[in-house]
Protein backbone atom coordinates (compact mmCIF):
# COMPACT_ATOMS: atom_id res chain seq x y z
CA UNK A 1 0.00 0.00 0.00
CA UNK A 2 0.81 3.54 -0.66
CA UNK A 3 1.85 6.09 2.32
CA UNK A 4 0.10 9.17 2.77
CA UNK A 5 3.69 10.40 2.28
CA UNK A 6 3.97 8.72 -1.25
CA UNK A 7 0.39 9.79 -2.46
CA UNK A 8 1.07 13.42 -1.33
CA UNK A 9 4.23 13.26 -3.62
CA UNK A 10 2.09 12.23 -6.54
CA UNK A 11 -0.40 14.65 -5.92
CA UNK A 12 2.15 17.88 -5.90
CA UNK A 13 3.49 16.20 -9.17
CA UNK A 14 0.19 16.03 -10.60
CA UNK A 15 0.17 20.04 -9.61
CA UNK A 16 3.73 20.76 -10.89
CA UNK A 17 3.22 19.07 -14.51
CA UNK A 18 -0.47 20.68 -14.77
CA UNK A 19 1.01 24.09 -14.08
CA UNK A 20 4.07 23.76 -15.74
CA UNK A 21 1.63 22.71 -19.30
CA UNK A 22 -0.69 25.70 -18.42
CA UNK A 23 2.08 28.42 -18.40
CA UNK A 24 1.24 28.96 -14.12
CA UNK A 25 3.66 28.92 -11.27
CA UNK A 26 2.84 26.00 -9.29
CA UNK A 27 3.05 28.52 -6.30
CA UNK A 28 0.08 29.71 -7.34
CA UNK A 29 -2.17 26.72 -6.64
CA UNK A 30 -2.97 25.78 -2.98
CA UNK A 31 -3.41 22.40 -1.77
CA UNK A 32 -6.17 22.01 0.79
CA UNK A 33 -6.76 17.99 1.96
CA UNK A 34 -9.88 17.23 2.67
CA UNK A 35 -9.68 14.65 5.58
CA UNK A 36 -13.42 14.35 6.33
CA UNK A 37 -14.18 10.76 7.71
CA UNK A 38 -10.39 9.82 7.56
CA UNK A 39 -9.27 9.86 11.02
CA UNK A 40 -6.40 12.49 13.15
CA UNK A 41 -3.80 9.80 12.87
CA UNK A 42 -3.18 9.94 8.91
CA UNK A 43 -3.78 13.67 8.77
CA UNK A 44 -0.79 14.03 11.24
CA UNK A 45 1.17 11.93 8.51
CA UNK A 46 0.09 14.44 5.75
CA UNK A 47 1.22 17.24 8.61
CA UNK A 48 4.44 15.22 8.87
CA UNK A 49 4.84 15.14 4.84
CA UNK A 50 4.57 19.10 5.32
CA UNK A 51 0.77 19.53 4.42
CA UNK A 52 -0.40 22.62 6.41
CA UNK A 53 -4.59 23.40 4.95
CA UNK A 54 -6.85 20.83 6.10
CA UNK A 55 -10.71 20.84 4.49
CA UNK A 56 -13.52 19.29 6.39
CA UNK A 57 -17.19 18.97 6.09
CA UNK A 58 -18.64 17.87 9.51
CA UNK A 59 -18.58 20.31 12.07
CA UNK A 60 -18.74 17.53 15.22
CA UNK A 61 -15.76 15.53 13.33
CA UNK A 62 -13.95 18.67 12.48
CA UNK A 63 -13.67 19.63 15.78
CA UNK A 64 -12.53 16.42 17.21
CA UNK A 65 -9.81 16.69 15.25
CA UNK A 66 -8.93 19.89 15.82
CA UNK A 67 -8.97 19.15 19.68
CA UNK A 68 -6.53 15.91 19.32
CA UNK A 69 -4.41 17.98 16.74
CA UNK A 70 -3.85 20.62 18.81
CA UNK A 71 -1.76 21.91 16.07
CA UNK A 72 -1.64 26.28 15.71
CA UNK A 73 0.25 25.98 12.26
CA UNK A 74 -2.29 23.64 10.71
CA UNK A 75 -5.10 25.92 8.48
CA UNK A 76 -9.02 24.65 8.25
CA UNK A 77 -10.97 25.07 5.69
CA UNK A 78 -14.81 23.78 6.08
CA UNK A 79 -16.09 22.75 2.63
CA UNK A 80 -18.91 21.09 3.40
CA UNK A 81 -22.33 22.80 3.43
CA UNK A 82 -22.83 25.48 6.18
CA UNK A 83 -26.18 25.42 8.76
CA UNK A 84 -27.13 28.61 9.87
CA UNK A 85 -26.78 27.08 13.51
CA UNK A 86 -23.74 26.13 13.41
CA UNK A 87 -22.26 29.54 12.39
CA UNK A 88 -20.93 30.37 16.11
CA UNK A 89 -18.99 27.78 16.27
CA UNK A 90 -17.49 27.60 12.44
CA UNK A 91 -16.70 31.15 13.04
CA UNK A 92 -14.47 30.08 15.90
CA UNK A 93 -12.60 27.20 14.58
CA UNK A 94 -12.22 27.56 11.44
CA UNK A 95 -9.48 29.66 8.86
CA UNK A 96 -12.18 29.48 6.05
CA UNK A 97 -15.06 28.46 4.85
CA UNK A 98 -15.83 27.37 1.41
CA UNK A 99 -19.97 27.48 1.58
CA UNK A 100 -21.41 30.71 1.81
CA UNK A 101 -24.19 30.55 -0.46
CA UNK A 102 -26.46 33.86 1.43
CA UNK A 103 -26.04 36.93 3.15
CA UNK A 104 -28.01 35.48 6.11
CA UNK A 105 -24.79 33.19 7.16
CA UNK A 106 -22.45 35.39 5.96
CA UNK A 107 -24.01 38.33 8.83
CA UNK A 108 -24.26 35.62 10.94
CA UNK A 109 -20.46 34.63 10.40
CA UNK A 110 -18.99 37.66 10.90
CA UNK A 111 -20.89 38.59 14.05
CA UNK A 112 -19.78 35.43 15.79
CA UNK A 113 -16.27 35.70 14.60
CA UNK A 114 -14.09 37.48 17.50
CA UNK A 115 -11.99 40.59 17.01
CA UNK A 116 -9.21 38.89 18.83
CA UNK A 117 -9.37 36.27 15.91
CA UNK A 118 -8.07 37.50 12.04
CA UNK A 119 -11.31 38.26 9.69
CA UNK A 120 -12.61 34.76 8.61
CA UNK A 121 -11.35 34.11 4.87
CA UNK A 122 -15.00 33.64 3.08
CA UNK A 123 -15.27 31.85 -0.62
CA UNK A 124 -19.03 32.16 -2.50
CA UNK A 125 -19.93 28.55 -3.43
CA UNK A 126 -21.12 28.97 -6.80
CA UNK A 127 -23.75 26.26 -8.31
CA UNK A 128 -21.94 26.18 -11.33
CA UNK A 129 -24.23 22.89 -12.46
CA UNK A 130 -27.97 23.59 -11.96
CA UNK A 131 -29.53 21.08 -10.37
CA UNK A 132 -26.77 18.66 -10.23
CA UNK A 133 -26.12 19.88 -6.82
CA UNK A 134 -28.23 21.76 -4.62
CA UNK A 135 -25.38 23.66 -2.74
CA UNK A 136 -24.59 26.88 -4.02
CA UNK A 137 -25.85 30.91 -5.11
CA UNK A 138 -27.08 30.82 -9.13
CA UNK A 139 -24.13 32.64 -10.64
CA UNK A 140 -25.90 35.78 -11.60
CA UNK A 141 -26.36 36.06 -7.55
CA UNK A 142 -22.65 36.05 -6.93
CA UNK A 143 -21.76 40.07 -7.39
CA UNK A 144 -24.65 41.06 -5.15
CA UNK A 145 -23.67 38.51 -2.46
CA UNK A 146 -19.94 39.01 -3.05
CA UNK A 147 -20.45 43.18 -2.15
CA UNK A 148 -22.10 41.94 0.47
CA UNK A 149 -19.71 39.53 2.07
CA UNK A 150 -16.70 42.21 1.21
CA UNK A 151 -18.60 44.60 3.45
CA UNK A 152 -18.71 42.85 6.76
CA UNK A 153 -15.81 43.50 9.03
CA UNK A 154 -15.26 40.57 10.44
CA UNK A 155 -14.88 38.44 7.09
CA UNK A 156 -12.22 38.94 4.12
CA UNK A 157 -13.81 37.75 0.64
CA UNK A 158 -11.38 35.73 -0.81
CA UNK A 159 -12.64 34.39 -4.02
CA UNK A 160 -15.57 31.56 -5.36
CA UNK A 161 -16.07 27.70 -4.92
CA UNK A 162 -17.13 25.57 -6.82
CA UNK A 163 -17.99 21.56 -7.80
CA UNK A 164 -18.50 21.27 -11.52
CA UNK A 165 -20.68 17.71 -11.92
CA UNK A 166 -18.56 14.77 -12.83
CA UNK A 167 -17.18 15.17 -16.87
CA UNK A 168 -18.09 18.94 -17.17
CA UNK A 169 -16.51 20.83 -19.81
CA UNK A 170 -14.03 23.28 -19.73
CA UNK A 171 -16.60 25.76 -20.67
CA UNK A 172 -17.97 25.27 -16.93
CA UNK A 173 -14.62 25.93 -15.50
CA UNK A 174 -14.10 29.20 -17.84
CA UNK A 175 -17.30 30.43 -16.61
CA UNK A 176 -16.62 30.14 -13.34
CA UNK A 177 -12.99 31.99 -14.19
CA UNK A 178 -14.47 35.06 -15.78
CA UNK A 179 -17.00 35.39 -13.05
CA UNK A 180 -14.25 35.19 -10.52
CA UNK A 181 -11.95 37.65 -12.49
CA UNK A 182 -15.02 39.85 -11.47
CA UNK A 183 -14.72 39.85 -7.86
CA UNK A 184 -10.63 40.76 -8.06
CA UNK A 185 -11.41 44.41 -7.78
CA UNK A 186 -13.45 43.53 -4.19
CA UNK A 187 -9.85 42.07 -2.96
CA UNK A 188 -10.83 38.39 -4.39
CA UNK A 189 -7.64 36.07 -4.80
CA UNK A 190 -8.67 32.36 -4.65
CA UNK A 191 -10.68 30.27 -6.87
CA UNK A 192 -11.20 27.30 -5.29
CA UNK A 193 -12.07 24.33 -7.72
CA UNK A 194 -10.70 21.10 -8.73
CA UNK A 195 -10.92 17.87 -6.47
CA UNK A 196 -9.15 14.34 -7.42
CA UNK A 197 -10.58 13.59 -10.66
CA UNK A 198 -10.41 16.71 -12.05
CA UNK A 199 -7.13 18.51 -10.64
CA UNK A 200 -5.27 18.82 -14.13
CA UNK A 201 -8.07 20.74 -15.89
CA UNK A 202 -9.29 23.03 -13.20
CA UNK A 203 -5.24 24.44 -13.08
CA UNK A 204 -5.78 24.45 -16.87
CA UNK A 205 -8.48 26.90 -16.12
CA UNK A 206 -7.08 28.87 -13.60
CA UNK A 207 -8.15 27.28 -10.03
CA UNK A 208 -5.78 28.92 -7.12
CA UNK A 209 -7.04 26.14 -4.66
CA UNK A 210 -7.74 22.43 -5.53
CA UNK A 211 -9.80 20.30 -2.44
CA UNK A 212 -8.03 16.94 -2.95
CA UNK A 213 -9.22 13.68 -0.87
CA UNK A 214 -9.50 10.41 -2.20
CA UNK A 215 -5.84 11.14 -4.11
CA UNK A 216 -4.25 11.56 -0.76
CA UNK A 217 -5.85 9.62 1.87
CA UNK A 218 -7.75 6.88 -0.14
CA UNK A 219 -11.36 5.79 -0.56
CA UNK A 220 -13.89 6.83 2.02
CA UNK A 221 -15.34 4.53 4.21
CA UNK A 222 -19.14 5.57 5.05
CA UNK A 223 -20.09 6.63 8.25
CA UNK A 224 -23.63 6.44 9.00
CA UNK A 225 -23.86 9.82 10.01
CA UNK A 226 -22.05 10.75 7.08
CA UNK A 227 -23.85 8.90 3.85
CA UNK A 228 -25.86 12.35 2.54
CA UNK A 229 -22.60 14.04 2.27
CA UNK A 230 -19.67 11.74 2.32
CA UNK A 231 -19.38 10.93 -1.57
CA UNK A 232 -19.40 15.09 -2.16
CA UNK A 233 -22.78 15.81 -4.55
CA UNK A 234 -22.53 12.81 -5.75
CA UNK A 235 -23.25 10.98 -2.89
CA UNK A 236 -26.13 13.67 -1.73
CA UNK A 237 -27.85 13.17 -5.45
CA UNK A 238 -28.05 9.71 -4.89
CA UNK A 239 -29.10 10.09 -1.17
CA UNK A 240 -31.69 12.18 -2.66
CA UNK A 241 -32.53 9.82 -5.42
C1 LIG B 1 -15.14 15.38 -0.33
C2 LIG B 1 -14.93 16.70 -0.99
C3 LIG B 1 -13.76 16.95 -1.75
C4 LIG B 1 -12.71 15.91 -2.05
O1 LIG B 1 -13.11 15.08 -3.08
P1 LIG B 1 -12.13 13.93 -3.68
O2 LIG B 1 -12.83 13.52 -4.94
O3 LIG B 1 -12.05 12.86 -2.66
O4 LIG B 1 -10.82 14.55 -3.95
C5 LIG B 1 -13.62 18.23 -2.28
N1 LIG B 1 -14.53 19.19 -2.08
C6 LIG B 1 -15.66 18.98 -1.36
C7 LIG B 1 -16.63 20.08 -1.18
C8 LIG B 1 -15.89 17.73 -0.82
O5 LIG B 1 -17.03 17.52 -0.12
Given at each position: MRSIDDNLQAVRQRIERAAQAAGRDPGGVTLVAVSKTHPAPLMAEARAAGQRAFGENYLQEAVEKMDHLRDASLEWHLVGPLQSNKTRAVAARF????SVDSEKLARRLSQARQDAQPPLNVLIQVNVSGEASKSGVAPGAVPALAAAVAALPRLKLRGLMAIPEPGAGAGRYRALKALFDALVPLGADTLSVGMSDDMELAIAEGSTMLRVGTAIFGARVRKPEAVACAGGPRGAAKARA
Open positions: DWVH
